[in-house]
């Protein structure tokens, strides 16, 4: 009893992570490479985006509905509000994996949110995933903007691509 048990386990933990590599071209000729490993029985996805000094990984706690990015250039990891209507679901990550890149297809939906000046005392408090992370780095809050005129004043913005789905501007002064 005890083996099936554990094999069950096994078996729920072998389906229940996905893991997708991209591998894209830069404009100047440079490599970038994303990988996403999604953990459907905790509800979460981790992108790691590879591409030297711009480097940056982040965690999606779609149960919580919180993401978190850790800035490789600055030292600094940024913890926000998910927006579930941009966004893209864990199912849509995983179909990524599966399907091939139209050249033709829109341009991704984009976000732009800015920093607050406020450090995050219990990175804690926001999951053990997302501490995990930003554990042991100056982490900051970002508020997504809203309207057209949010992008005024501000400063020492990061460009985020997720995959083909998503662009996402972290805009304020802690060094980005």
């Not at 009893?1 to 996905?18: E, P, Q, S, Y």
């Not at 850790?70 to 600094?76: D, E, K, P, Q, W």
Request: a positive charge.
């Amino acid at each position: 009893m005890k083996a099936v048990i554990l094999l069950a386990a096994l078996l729920g933990v072998v389906f229940a992570t996905d893991n997708i590599n991209i591998n894209n071209q830069g404009n100047d000729g440079g490599s970038v490479h994303q990988t996403v490993n999604i953990d459907n029985h905790n509800n979460i996805a981790n992108i790691n985006h590879y591409d030297g000094w711009n480097s940056w990984n982040s965690m999606w706690d779609y149960g919580n509905g919180l993401f978190a990015v850790r800035l490789m250039a600055t030292r600094h990891c940024v913890v926000s509000r998910m927006n579930r209507n941009v966004v893209p679901t864990l199912e849509q990550l995983q179909r990524a994996s599966q399907e091939k890149q139209d050249p033709n297809a829109p341009p991704p939906k984009s976000l732009s949110y800015t920093i607050t000046q406020t450090k995050v005392k219990n990175v804690g408090q926001f999951g053990n995933h997302i501490e995990s992370l930003c554990k042991g780095v100056p982490t900051f809050y970002a508020q997504e903007n809203q309207g057209a005129g949010s992008f005024v004043n501000l400063r020492g913005c990061a460009n985020l691509g997720i995959l083909r789905f998503l662009g996402i501007s972290l805009c304020g002064n802690i060094g980005c």
